[in-house]
């Protein structure tokens, strides 16, 4: 599975701001509501918080994957970058910058590890990083993630 396949540029936001997880966990799920008129922003957010109380989703190096499954939809990707950062109890302490939520469908549960996988090795890259946290507007966000993608 390929990222291109799963984000769309709609689903991108640069000059992210959050107060705090919950905050940021509430902002992306606005985001994949505004996208797609059938998902309701108050049932992402439930989905995405219900799987943070499990363990954080902050993998570390500035990274988040908040994800969760949600009836029948169709796989998809929303990412957000932020400057400053959000606590976002990851693994390393660090703030999270660069923020990557998954919706899947509650079966296919290999899809959705294998695009949580696919974010997570494009994302291991310090320079993949740098570039999408000094990244312009969504467009150009959306353009380094699907490059690097490709590239592995």
Excluded at 20 to 44: G, I, M, Q
Excluded at 71 to 76: E, F, H, L, Q
Aim: overall charge negative.
């Amino acid at each position: 599975m390929r990222l291109a396949q799963i984000l769309a540029v709609d689903r991108v936001r640069t000059g992210f701001e959050a107060a705090d997880k919950t905050a940021a966990l509430r902002a992306l799920a606005r985001v994949f509501a505004t996208s797609d008129p059938t998902l309701v922003e108050d049932d992402v957010y439930t989905v995405l918080l219900a799987r943070e109380q499990l363990a954080s989703t902050g993998i570390g190096s500035g990274v988040a994957i908040p994800h969760g499954r949600l009836g029948t939809i169709s796989m998809r990707a929303a990412m957000a970058i932020s400057r400053a950062g959000v606590e976002f109890d990851a693994l390393d302490g660090d703030r999270a910058h660069i923020f990557v939520a998954v919706l899947g469908p509650d079966q296919h549960t290999g899809d959705h590890l294998k695009a949580l996988a696919r974010i997570s090795r494009v994302l291991r890259d310090d320079a993949v990083r740098a570039r999408l946290i000094a990244a312009p507007d969504a467009s150009t966000a959306f353009g380094i993630l699907i490059a690097e993608d490709d590239l592995r």
